[in-house]
């Protein structure tokens, strides 16, 4: 089991609430403590610590302890307390942002090969601790190591600089949309273009996040904020795997799936002869899309229909994008163009792209669809050749986190990035291969969008949509719709893990879900290695279709495909003796 420590409670600025989102997104079991005393009671195998401990001595020591007797202590953070068990020292200096490159000789970082952005970052130097890379400021300056491992008796200690929740929100979120953003110093990306977008909160630096392509302009090959989700789950199964514990985590995916393809199509002019061009099309490639109509005009009725008997989702595509009557940013303008696409498909509205990816504020505009019952947001993504793929920093789909002023909440609505549109025509085809290849080394949603009017007036761009989802499936992707997506995780959501030893070196696996949870791939992670050929599991309240040994992400796990049933289900990982 993890263990989630929280030293920073009542501070509303904090986002330490978001650690729970990741691991959730993640599959893993956990639970959440503010006091060392709870924490210990629970019995954890990984202990995860943010905030300053700011605790008795009596509490370091326990946490001491803890790392002594075979636990895993990841402090996130300052940690001014614990420099002992962590083998570092504090330095009580703050950086706001830095670069972070990993060591190559280390398990859990040698995959890290660029500079990862981050922020928030405590000051901190590997004493007795072995540093996994240091900081650099933004003038190149060396401030102190990022990351540092200690092995304290049978246990390990890791201290973390960068506060990795406040990274990750502060990426994928962006700041404020209140002005144009900063353009691309070499012109690649003019986004102050009087439009206020998405892309105008990118926080991403132009110059050190992007990597060079050598069919046209830099763009963002690296989503950042899902390197750091990665590596602090590595760390997780790392501390676990080195005791010895069977952790499981719900896998992102039915079946086993590496990662999903998205396509997204935006109507803009409306044209039902290109509307019925991009369904044949479609059709010959195999793949449901999700279609963003907007407002005003729309389609006939028949379209509508067409789209909706071939399996396709329809969605809002609000238009921000004039000063006249219902085309304006604005709540009371949004409401009135969700309920004319609502009446004029008949069928409910969950899903939404803004056009031209407007945005102003923050995180009011999830608010809006939060009241709607919009499920599904797709507005974060590039406008530009010179800003596409991760600027937000992640292919994984999430959901936001607001300041209520009392805390923080995660929003209902659930953010699917884009990451380019009309392969071929804006960008060139091959973009598709680095962006498909990192979406499916993280295990998220390769988000492509395309214009029915360019599917219809450019037999190239058609071509381009049918190569994009051969090349996908070829990645092993399939290809789902935004509603499916949503759908899927918030499924996948409320099915609860519990680890907990059982006699000698046995383990209990209990599964709780209120719902059943058709072809889920749960994965054990293999205390004994590669050397059993057949793993030591038994069942119950599981219907299992494969149980199999698999590497994945550089880890043993015993992979479980099946049915998870509504109610309680058990596993059992039989220890030596058992």
């Given at each position: ?10 501070r509303a600025s904090s986002y330490s609430v978001y650690l729970e989102e990741i691991l959730s997104h993640a599959g893993l079991p956990f639970a959440r403590h503010e006091t060392v005393a709870g924490a210990m009671r629970d019995g954890p195998a990984v202990l995860l610590s943010i905030g300053r401990p700011m605790g ?517 990982v039989r220890g030596d003796s058992g």
């Open positions: 089991m993890i263990g989630l420590l929280v030293h920073d409670r009542g008795s001595r009596a509490e370091c020591e326990e946490l001491e302890r803890f790392v002594q007797t075979g636990g895993t202590l990841i402090q996130i953070g300052d940690g001014t307390g614990l420099d002992k068990v962590l083998g570092v020292r504090y330095t009580g200096s703050f950086e706001e942002e830095g670069w972070w490159t990993g060591a190559p000789d280390h398990p859990v970082t040698r995959e890290c090969h660029v500079p990862l952005h981050a922020f928030a970052i405590t000051g901190m130097k590997a004493i007795t601790a072995m540093s996994l890379g240091a900081i650099v400021s933004r003038e190149g300056a060396n401030v102190g190591d990022g990351i540092a491992v200690r092995q304290a008796g049978d246990g390990i200690a890791v201290a973390i600089a960068p506060d990795v929740a406040t990274t990750i929100v502060r990426i994928q979120q962006g700041i404020p949309v209140e002005r144009d953003g900063a353009p691309a110093p070499d012109g690649t990306a003019p986004i102050d273009d009087g439009i206020l977008k998405a892309e105008d909160g990118l926080v991403l630096d132009w110059e050190r996040d992007r990597q060079p392509f050598d069919r046209g302009a830099p763009f963002f090959q690296v989503p950042v904020a899902d390197e750091w989700r990665k590596l602090l789950v590595r760390f997780i199964l790392w501390g676990a795997e080195r005791q010895g514990v069977p952790l499981p985590m719900l896998w992102y995916w039915p079946g086993g799936l590496s990662a999903v393809g998205h396509l997204s199509l935006d109507s803009d002019l409306n044209e039902d002869e290109a509307a019925m061009t991009t369904l044949r099309v479609l059709d010959q490639a195999d793949v449901k899309a999700t279609w963003c109509v907007m407002y005003p005009g729309g389609y006939r009725s028949a379209t509508y229909t067409a789209i909706r008997s071939q399996g396709h989702e329809l969605a809002l595509h609000y238009n921000a994008m004039k000063d006249d009557a219902r085309s304006r940013w604005g709540e009371d303008d949004f409401d009135f163009q969700w309920r004319w696409l609502q009446e004029r498909s008949g069928v409910p509205i969950v899903t939404n792209k803004n056009h031209y990816l407007r945005w102003e504020g923050e995180t009011e505009f999830y608010r809006w669809c939060e009241r709607r019952g919009i499920r599904v947001d797709q507005t974060k993504g590039p406008t530009k050749q010179g800003d596409i793929g991760f600027l937000f920093g992640s292919c994984h789909p999430w959901f936001p986190i607001e300041d209520t002023g009392d805390g923080m909440r995660r929003m209902a609505v659930l953010e699917i990035p884009l990451l380019t549109q009309d392969l071929v025509w804006t960008v060139p085809f091959e973009v598709c291969r680095p962006l498909l290849d990192r979406c499916v080394q993280h295990h998220g949603v390769a988000h492509f969008l395309f214009h029915p009017h360019h599917i219809h007036t450019k037999p190239e761009v058609a071509r381009a949509v049918i190569a994009l989802t051969e090349v996908g499936r070829e990645w092993g992707l399939a290809w789902w719709t935004a509603e499916e997506i949503d759908r899927w995780e918030r499924l996948r959501r409320q099915v609860d893990l519990v680890c907990r030893k059982i006699g000698t070196g046995g383990w209990e696996i209990h599964v709780r879900s209120p719902r059943e949870v058709p072809d889920a791939t749960l994965l054990i992670l293999a205390p004994g290695g590669r050397e059993r050929e057949i793993p030591p599991l038994s069942f119950s309240g599981l219907t299992t279709d494969r149980v199999r040994l698999k590497r994945m992400d550089g880890f043993d796990f015993y992979e479980v495909r099946g049915t998870i049933r509504a109610g309680d289900a058990h596993v059992r």
